[in-house]
């Protein structure tokens, strides 16, 4: 979860606020840093390219706006001089300059605020269309092995840190440098006595907005992990909430809670008080410079080496040089987290892609259903075999029942089929074309695929039943719910068909989901079926009727039954038991029956149920 | 502004740091506002009449002044990071001890996101806010109030400036915080919507890869990506109008206080001192109007998240404790239901259990068979009080279950969920999790039951392995058997299986199933259990049948006399036993 606070904007921050504190906090403030910060940087440019005139007329509106609105107190300075002379006409033209720079400050602001903001979304947009285009094209085994929570908020977390570099922080570190460079030339041309006289402060200023900036880092790190773990404790209570109101432990977890809860107040008080503690500081000094100016200033006045004018222009300078310092401090936080955001989600980008189709790829149109799968072996991890050497000849509208022991490798070989993982040997063929020389698409478009976990998407009914085919019309989604048995029940949903399902379809039940996903497998028409434990949590008067349903779809088609029970696997045409990755016994269920082995004690253990429930029912 | 006014009793611990941070700002605010005099001293009776001393000397005021104003502002930011922090430690504490207070019929309408956004997120908004209002937000008015005093005293002409800019800005203000704030929400939709696409994405990548639907899927990204551009471009763009336009507003104001006062200055009824003072104190006037208008957004913010907040600390518990709670020194098991409704909305919705009356002998097993649907889990889920029935009433050994020790009556009664859900810990702090006394033996007989031995001692460090998160380094039938484990460890009088071997292949769901009915044999007369099922096997030797059909009980009975009397009981058992159902089949469709 990290910092969920970096994903709402902080409070704005004004220009020219006069005295010390500043605004805004820095909680949650992610500070990390960019293992290659350049390295990142690099790879952002090409998203701000496409805008490289924008930017540039953005910049020069910036300088303009920076360099205009630093004339404006040079100006009141000239102004409060021509007091003394006594002439209204000499005043007019200082308070007109000011009123034209102010009026082109303020101009050249927008253009560029406006400029920027444009630039810096359309080029967010690209950057999240390109990851997001990426992730599609990712192995299976890339979201097998990543954590969906942790990526998710990474991502968000990330996107935001790089946004607002993009939209805020660019030009202020831009207008802040330029600031301060400004400001130190003019106050060098008004009057280098003077100036000598602040460079007392300024490099104290920025002596303290380094060590303090160093200390507090330090602080926040162990904030933030404070945070996390306190992050996790929440997220597991939480999600576990049920469990430990079922066992009556509410009291332990809240000790638990407690604990974690406490570690971040301690913590969180300490790194907020000490990044407070800078602006107050440069605000001492701040003022301990304008009280040298006052002295200095009214001393060099009285002897007419300095006007007051100067002197007023002066003080109002040196207090605009710790603003933009202190922001620059800050900002270098907040450019490292966005860089080290970056730097992650390229490496997400940088992650290899699902090996592409080979060159010469042809397309499937429709086969008809012939499945041979020669030797194959495949592993997740080198070293660590999940099939060995397995072989299955499949004639087209065949039904195959795979049958074995949690972790035999049955799901693995159906993902084979679809090409979510490659073989690491052998092969596999439909129609007797080995299924790596044609597209991966067309492939998949053969098999209908209905996953032990029901997914439904947050769209209507309608809509994720009409995912199996786009382009199928409302009668055909009817009739496909009402082939899978789910029309019923469809109907007496609140919209019906138009009841859109909350956060991956949480208002169904099990059963529910699954038979809507089961009419999204009809509605695709597959030539190839293949069925992962999908009944399982249907009960038994449901999954009788699906059973009707599956038997009707599965007629003509090749089908890849993986089921718990026997009494669904006996109709199977051949019977594969796989165990430990090998395929032990392969047959009818009779000739299977007729062997001493695995099937047999498997089918035993069921038949020995009948027997109870036979001698049951003859009592 | 409804709901943060509400949480002000959360600040009342540290009303006392509040109430000396403000104090501190009170005084700030007055050392600040002197500066200006001073300045306007050492122009006009220090340089202006040439008098090195009166220059030194209100310098050092000057010096005087700032540094007590630092001194102040560090401690008011002390102070007022206490309290916010621990406002904000304290809210989410609160926000936890309600959860910790609700029922299923609470959580069933929050997802887990949502009340960890709360916890997190939502705190953390308010608690900025607090932090705001104590350092800034506060001084801001007194500033301003304080400046145009001073302005009056200094100049009332010059004063009169304040009164044709001031509205100005305060409208300008107004319209702009007030457009922010909708289209801020309505990115916020935006986002969220890119959100829920991206992360349906991740979790569903096997449907969208099975479906061959990537382009279908990055068009859908395109869609909600280029709506949330255009709506945060807007958000942006309106602030890039609004703040330099505020800003030039701001500085108006200033140039025509130089020019005024100029004029005055130069017709000799000003001293330039009290020119550039009444300059400053009008910057000092108008600027934290500018503040306060920039922080409208962050604030209507934090109200919006006190409201999500208040949502779950006003939420009323669906299960209320007994208010004289009865703790049975020893229990039985017999459960009775007597004319038992139940409907998950109160009013409107279908009920889910109709008129439900059975009674469950102590140690006896009852099993309860139904199709989806029919209310089995809600049944069961009635006994530990997960939700309270809406008609008729419990008993546990004849006493209303309302009439329990609520925390008595839950770790008597042990519950497997469907969902098996464990916590971050090593398997033995998972079994041991509703008994953290058990001993070894103990813990290894009910892992032994539970059928989960085997693969704990194949694990790297058998009880000792740490499991991740929510357990996801275990598979789904690993995760339901350290559950069943966990359930059995209590030693519970009334045992509930909701359909907890559904996700165990059959060959360990028959030895799980042998393992449990040697315990039924063991503990036969201790233990009244309930057990959800689909398989008749499951609940062959059950002493009762229940029957649900649509939330009404169908037929109760022993497995023979449902097997002649009930036709839907029949056709479960025909198709189970993978014969084609008898011609009565169908009623349910």
Known sequence: ?619 | MKSLPRLYRFLRPYRRQSIVALLMLLLMVAADLVIPRLTQRVIDQGIAAHNLPVVITTALYMVAASTLSVILALVNNALSVKAAVGFGTDLRSALMRKVQTFSFGNLDRLQTGHLIVRSTSDVNAVQIIVMLLLRIMTRAPIWAAGAIVLLVFTSPRLAVIMAVFVPLIVALVWIFARKAHRMYRLMQKRLDRLNTVLQENLAGIRVVKAFVRTVHEIGRFDEANTALMNRTMQVAQLMAVFLPLMLLVLNMAIVSAVWFGGKFAIAGEMSVGHVVAAINYLAFALFPILLLGSMLGPLSAADASAGRILEILDAEPRVRPAERPATPDTPKGRIVFEGVGFGYDGNGAEPVLCDVSFAAEPGETVAILGATGSGKSTLIHLIPRFYDVTAGRITFDGTDLRELDLGWLRRTVGVVLQEAVLFSGTVRDNICFGRRTASEEEIRTAARAAQAEDFIAALPKGYDTVIGQRGVTLSGGQRQRIAIARALLVQPKVLILDDATSALDIETEIRLQDALDRLIGVSQGTTTRFIVAQRISTVLLADRILLLDRGRVDAVGTHQELLDSNSLYRDIYRSQLGEPPGEETGRNG
């Open chain 1, 1 to 619: 979860m990290g910092d969920k606070a970096t994903q709402r904007p902080g409070p704005m921050r004004v220009a020219g606020i006069p005295g010390p504190g500043g605004s805004g906090g820095p909680q949650g403030r992610t500070i990390e840093r960019a293992k290659d910060a350049r390295g990142a940087l690099r790879r952002l440019m090409p998203y701000l390219r496409p805008y490289r005139g924008a930017l540039v007329g953005a910049t020069l509106a910036a300088a303009l706006g920076t360099a205009m609105a630093l004339a404006a107190p040079f100006l009141m300075g000239r102004a409060i001089d021509q007091l003394s002379k006594k002439d209204l006409g000499a005043l007019l033209v200082p308070v007109l300059l000011m009123l034209a720079a102010y009026g082109l400050s303020a101009a050249a602001q927008l253009v560029q605020g406006v400029v920027i903001t444009r630039i810096s979304q359309k080029a967010m947009r690209a950057l999240r269309g390109d990851l997001f285009g990426h992730l599609q094209t990712l192995p299976l085994r890339f979201f097998d092995t990543s954590a969906q929570g942790e990526l998710m908020s990474r991502l968000t977390n990330d996107m935001d840190a790089i946004n607002r570099v993009l939209t805020h922080n660019a030009t202020q570190i831009f207008t802040g440098i330029l600031t301060l460079a400004g400001i130190l030339g003019i106050i060098f041309f008004l009057s280098p006595w003077l100036a000598a006289g602040s460079m007392l402060s300024f490099p104290l200023m920025i002596g303290l907005v380094g060590i303090v900036g160093r200390k507090t880092r330090t602080v926040f790190r162990s904030y933030q992990e404070r945070l996390g773990r306190l992050n996790a404790v929440l997220e597991e209570t939480y999600s576990g909430q049920r469990v430990v109101l079922s066992f009556g432990q509410e009291q332990d977890v809240m000790a638990r809670f407690d604990r974690a809860n406490e570690a971040v107040r301690a913590t969180g008080v300490k790194a907020m008080t000490l990044a407070l503690v800078v602006m107050p500081m440069m605000g001492i000094l701040s003022n301990l410079n304008v009280a040298i100016l006052c002295g200095l200033g009214g001393w060099l006045a009285i002897r007419g080496m300095v006007s007051i004018g100067t002197i007023a222009a002066f003080i109002s300078y040196s207090r605009r040089f710790a603003e933009p310092l202190r922001q620059l401090g800050n900002l270098y936080n907040q450019v490292q987290g966005a860089l080290a955001g970056a730097e992650r989600i390229f490496q997400l980008m940088d992650t290899r892609p699902d090996r592409i189709d080979a060159p010469r790829s042809t397309a499937f149109s429709r086969v008809a259903g012939e499945v041979d799968i020669d030797n194959i072996c495949f592993s997740y991890k080198p070293g660590v075999p999940v099939l060995r050497d397995i072989s299955l000849h499949v004639r087209p509208g065949q039904r195959i029942a795979l049958v074995g022991p949690t972790g035999a490798g049955k799901t693995t070989l159906v993902n084979l089929l679809s090409r979510f993982y490659e073989i690491d040997s052998g092969t596999i063929r439909i129609d007797g074309v080995d299924i790596r020389s044609v597209s991966r698409d067309s492939l998949r478009r053969q098999l209908g695929v209905v996953l032990q976990h029901s997914f439904l998407f947050s769209e209507s009914v309608m809509e994720n039943i009409r995912y199996g085919r786009l382009d199928a019309s409302d009668e055909d989604v009817f009739a496909a719910a009402r082939l899978a048995h789910a029309d019923g029940f469809i109907r007496r949903l609140p919209k019906g068909y138009g009841t859109l399902l909350s956060e991956r379809g949480q208002s169904l039940s099990e059963g529910q989901r699954q038979l809507l996903s089961i009419a999204r497998a009809i509605l695709a028409d597959p030539a190839i079926l293949v069925l992962d434990e999908a009944t399982s949590s249907v009960d038994t008067r449901t999954e009788l009727a699906i059973q009707k349903a599956l038997n009707e779809l599965m007629r003509g088609r090749t089908s890849f039954v993986i089921a718990h029970r026997l009494s669904t696997i006996t109709g199977a045409d051949q019977v594969v038991v796989i165990d430990d990755g090998r395929v032990v016994e392969q047959g009818t269920h009779d000739q299977l029956l007729a062997r001493e082995g695995v099937y047999r004690r498997l089918y035993q253990s069921q038949f020995r149920d009948r027997e109870r429930l036979r001698g049951a029912s003859e009592n």
